[in-house]
């Protein structure tokens, strides 16, 4: 079935680190791809979303490219915060509005 | 202003008691979904509904029913609560209906720590 997978974590980096978090998912259609984010002790945000192939989704320096041949949707942001410690969420919207969420990456930036 | 919101944000109970947790969303949106978030973080549809249609997900124990008095709100009740129900709950809501081709973002509440002793 429709399913997405990504990587697994905790991922520890120091303020001003490279990030990337990967995700390739799996799906008969043509899916819709979401990141979502949860603060520590708070519920889940909307970061950035990608409607169809060779979409860039993006928003507070995150961006994520739908790449339809690699089956990928990864996470990236140039200089990570302290800030920007959170679980983050892969997930795929198909038909029907079902949502199928990855298992969720901790990342701790370290100042 | 909270879009989608959901009360209790915590509850703490013993086994066997029966508890509601209740969710509202001012977005005008047509479908509302509950999602249990285990331990290890991950994500699990329990329900989506509309006025219209419910779509269960054959994991969930017959335990758990969603009540919806009108389109905006859609209240979680669990009878008979177990250890294995701690969790945390969220409740989402998006624009479309549940038949079609239509994929809209969905938008999360807070979430509602349970937690059954």
């Known amino acids: 079935g429709d399913s997405v997978t990504q990587m697994e974590g905790p991922v520890t980096l120091s303020e001003e680190a490279f990030l990337t978090i990967n995700c390739t998912y799996t799906?008969?259609?043509?899916?819709?791809l979401f990141w979502y984010v949860q603060y520590p002790g708070e519920g889940l945000q909307l970061l950035l979303k990608?409607?169809?192939?060779?979409d860039k989704g993006s928003n507070k320096g995150f961006e994520a490219t739908y790449r339809k041949e690699t089956t990928s949707f990864h996470l990236e942001k140039g200089s990570v915060q302290v800030s920007d410690s959170a679980v983050y969420f892969c997930?795929?919207?198909?038909?029907?509005?079902?949502?199928?969420f990855g298992a969720g990456t901790r990342l701790t930036v370290k100042p | 202003d909270t879009a989608v919101s959901q009360t209790p944000k915590y509850l703490v109970t013993q086994m066997g008691n029966d508890k509601s947790i209740k969710c509202e969303q001012n977005?005008?949106?047509?479908?509302m979904y509950w999602y249990k978030q285990d331990s290890k973080k991950f994500l699990k549809i329990m329900f989506s509904?509309?006025?219209?249609?419910?779509?269960i997900n054959e994991t969930v124990p017959n335990r758990f029913s969603p009540k919806s008095p009108d389109k905006a709100h859609l209240n979680l009740h669990i009878n008979s609560l177990e250890l294995g129900d701690s969790a945390v709950y969220f409740c989402?809501?998006?624009?479309?209906?549940?038949?079609?081709?239509?994929?809209?973002?969905?938008?999360f509440g807070p979430g509602t720590r349970l937690l059954v002793l």
């Open positions: 989402a809501s998006s624009p479309a209906g549940l038949a079609g081709a239509r994929r809209e973002t969905q938008y």
């Open positions: 799906a008969t259609g043509y899916p819709s």
């Open positions: 990608a409607t169809k192939a060779d």
């Open positions: 997930a795929l919207l198909i038909n029907n509005n079902d949502m199928r």
């Open positions: 977005l005008g949106h047509d479908t």
């Open positions: 509904y509309n006025n219209k249609e419910l779509i």
